[in-house]
T-cell receptor
């Protein structure tokens, strides 16, 4: 079946550290891949996406590259800030689907950044 | 910026009791959803709602669950007789159309069943 596995948290880093949150997926065909972020007290919101192999999604200094050969979509940021503290969810949707009911989420990774 | 509002943020109930979780979707959105996340597990789709009826539901959404849009602004999830395993974070979401990239989530209601 289709699934997403992401690294367990919490992840705690110092400000300006390099961030990687790992995400791997299992899917039939070639899904679209997403990272969602949930800031404290807010709802999940789309952070970035990639729709085909080798695509790089980017937003707010975060990047993730769609790697078909390793079925991965790791989230990276070169220098994190305290304001990046949030829960990050990796997700996929199968090729040919667009309804929100078909999004498959991971379990989320909590990130805490120390000043 | 418009947002999806969920109330309450925390709800504690006794097993067997009915509970209603409330959501106010973004006003011009047409599609409404409920998801849940049991602690430590994945966010799971429960149900989608369009044009005053359920458009899709998962196998989790059994006869104990129901949804309603009682007026022009609220969207509710009712659990008739709560079980311990219903304890979870429940997220409401809405979108203007079917495309998942325009999905807006609320901040969730943490339901604890004792």
């Amino acid at each position: 079946g289709n699934s997403v596995t992401q690294m367990e948290g919490p992840v705690t880093l110092s400000e300006e550290a390099f961030l990687t949150i790992n995400c791997t997926y299992t899917a039939t065909g070639y899904p679209s891949l997403f990272w969602y972020v949930q800031y404290p007290g807010e709802g999940l919101q789309l952070l970035l996406k990639a729709t085909k192999a080798d695509d790089k999604g980017s937003n707010k200094g975060f990047e993730a590259t769609y790697r078909k050969e390793t079925t991965s979509f790791h989230l990276e940021k070169g220098s994190v800030q305290v304001s990046d503290s949030a829960v990050y969810f990796c997700a996929l949707i199968r090729l040919g689907y667009s309804s929100a009911s078909k999004i498959i989420f991971g379990s989320g990774t909590r990130l805490s950044i120390r000043p | 910026e418009p947002e999806v509002t969920q109330t309450p943020s925390h709800q504690v109930t006794q097993m067997g009791q009915e509970v209603i979780l409330r959501c106010v979707p973004i006003s011009n959105h047409l599609y409404f959803y409920w998801y849940r996340q049991i602690l430590g597990q994945k966010v799971e789709f429960l149900v989608s709602f369009y044009n005053n009826e359920i458009s899709e539901k998962s196998e989790i959404f059994d006869d104990q669950f129901s949804v309603e849009r009682p007026d022009g602004s609220n969207f509710t999830l009712k659990i008739r007789s709560t079980k311990l395993e219903d304890s979870a974070m429940y997220f409401c979401a809405s979108s203007p159309g079917l495309i998942n990239e325009k999905l807006f989530f609320g901040s969730g209601t943490q339901l604890s069943v004792l």
